[in-house]
């Protein structure tokens, strides 16, 4: 089944369509009479007025079958028919590629024959179809489709004629008015003790999904969600008039399709009598984006503050630990020096002392790492080794790994080859991506860490960490869209996002293995040529 594609001017179509007021309003003999004439002139079984809604075909006539008022859209005919200007015709619906696999073809009623013509107003909006059909293949003939195409055209002066005369309804019975009819804002005239809906403008029908009827039959709580009924109830009952008190308040509006939108409502009188007041919705949803567009602003500012005067802080620390670490450095060289002088005296200094000089060096070269880690620089794509940044970046917390005495396995395949990158951010990225397997295994009795790389293709290299851990929860799934969001007590805040930022950023691809269910694993893969 091919659906109909959409008018360019649907949205005003459909507000034509739902200013006539004749959706979902009962049968009427003008109507059945033209659908009965029309089946005997063109000798058909099935004939229909049809109006096109946004998800439905609704009957307002129909002659041949009962108990069906409408279908979906996506399975009729007549979507096509409003696309054009004359007579739309299926000869043989079960050859017809567009309709062969219709539930109305291939199923009850099995349908085969189609003819409409579209029902378009002065203006030029198709809002439904004049048809006729029928259970075996057919074809019109020309006098029969120009009885069709007239027929169709007094369909329409009927439905004009509802359209005008709801027109001036409004305006005498409600003193609304244009004004109202084409208010971007949802207006509702409501019955204070009923609760019932008496008018919606357009907007308010456009916005919901549903026709003026339809929304006759609901109460305005039924269309609202988050709302303080209970207070707004309580002032109707206690201050019927509620002239000088309007009421404003923030709550979400329901469509007919079940999705839900914010908006900012006043109730007020109406100014006609006491018995109805006005319900005026805002839809507020690009002032909510907004706002959370600053929020998130704001929020990556003051971590890019954090980041920063952290990044000056670790930089002066590591500065002023140099100088230490060197002078410890060259102590132990000096009492080196000394025992191996007087050689079999303080002999068994010399094993610690050495150990000590090694150890020193060690602690110099991670605080160098980590001064060029967080110091702020540009990226730098160069040819970067796998197993000498896993090396550094494990370096880093290997204090962390001891501790918790994680079992550690780091599997390198042979003759891995360089590849471009910048050394520094990828190193970002496995820092990251290890921290977040050692927090989420800190309560765990078996502690695994895996890391691999590979080569996967002639020119792609994969990493991979596996953990023992929770597993990927929702939290971590949120930060790869919540840029610089840590909800972890010790997390950094640079996040599943700007990890993936980076490895995009070089042309790679990070992702979470949802096969592995025994903890988490993630991978991220970069190519090996620029």
């Not at 004629?161 to 001036?168: C, F, G, N, P, V």
């Not at 920063?308 to 590591?318: H, V």
Request: proline residues 4%; charged residues 25%.
């Amino acid at each position: 089944m091919q659906p109909s594609r959409l008018q360019n001017n649907e949205i005003d179509r459909l507000s034509v369509l739902y200013d006539v007021d004749i959706l979902d309003t009962p049968a009427e003999s003008a109507f059945d009479a033209i659908t009965q004439a029309i089946s005997k002139l063109c000798d058909m079984p099935l004939s229909f007025v049809c109006l096109v809604d946004s998800e439905r075909v609704w009957f307002k006539s129909a002659s041949g079958i009962d108990g069906i008022d409408e279908i979906h859209r996506d399975i009729g005919f007549c979507p096509h028919t409003i696309m054009q200007q004359g007579i739309f015709e299926v000869k043989n619906a079960s050859t017809d590629t567009r309709f062969s696999s219709s539930p109305l073809v291939v199923e009850a009623p099995h349908l085969q024959y189609y003819a409409g013509a579209p029902l378009i107003t002065k203006d030029g909006y198709a809002l439904g179809t004049l048809c006729v059909m029928d259970y075996q293949p057919r074809e019109l003939g020309a006098k029969e489709k120009e009885q069709l195409q007239k027929l169709a055209s007094t369909v329409t002066a009927l439905i004009e004629a509802k359209r005008i005369k709801e027109i001036k309804r409004l305006s005498i019975n409600h003193r609304l008015g244009d004004i109202v009819e084409i208010s971007p804002h949802e207006i509702y005239l409501v019955d204070v003790d009923s609760e019932k809906i008496n008018y919606a403008n357009r907007t308010a029908q456009l916005n919901l999904g549903y026709s003026l009827n339809i929304l006759k039959q609901l109460r305005w709580k039924n269309i609202l969600s988050n709302a303080p009924t209970d207070l707004i109830s309580k002032h109707l009952s206690t201050n019927r008039s509620f002239y000088s008190t309007p009421i404003e308040f923030q709550a979400s509006q329901k469509r007919k399709d079940g999705s839900e939108y914010p908006v900012e409502c006043i109730l007020q009188a109406s100014g006609l009598n006491n018995n109805e007041f006005l319900l005026i919705s805002n839809n507020i949803t690009q002032r909510k984006r907004s706002e959370s567009r600053e929020r998130t602003l704001m929020n990556n500012i003051a971590h890019m503050n954090r980041i920063n005067a952290t990044s000056a802080l670790a930089s002066g620390l590591a500065h002023e630990l140099n100088q230490p670490l060197t002078a410890v450095t060259q102590y132990c060289d000096a009492a080196l020096s000394i025992v191996e002088k007087n050689q079999g005296e303080n002999e068994a200094l010399l094993e610690p002392i050495q150990k000590a000089a090694t150890q020193t060096i060690r602690a110099a070269e991670i605080v160098k790492r980590f001064r060029a880690f967080t110091e702020k620089r540009l990226p730098i794509r160069k040819l970067a080794h796998a197993e000498e940044l896993l090396n550094e970046t494990l370096l880093l917390i290997n204090h962390d790994i001891l501790q918790q005495k994680i079992k550690l396995d780091v599997n390198i395949e042979d003759n891995t080859p360089s590849f471009y990158a910048d050394p520094v951010q990828i190193q970002q990225v496995l820092l990251n991506l290890i921290t977040n397997s050692l927090q989420a295994m800190e309560n765990k009795l078996n502690k695994h860490l895996i890391v691999d790389c590979a080569c996967v293709t002639e020119n792609t290299i994969e990493f991979t960490i596996t953990d023992t851990g929770d597993g990927i929860d929702q939290v971590l799934l949120d930060d790869l869209i919540a840029p610089a969001s840590s909800k972890k007590p010790n997390g950094t805040g640079l996040g599943l996002c700007v990890c993936k930022y980076i490895i995009e950023s070089h042309n790679g691809k990070l992702w979470s293995d949802v096969s592995y269910t025994d903890g988490a694993r993630m991978k991220f893969s970069i190519p090996l040529s620029k």
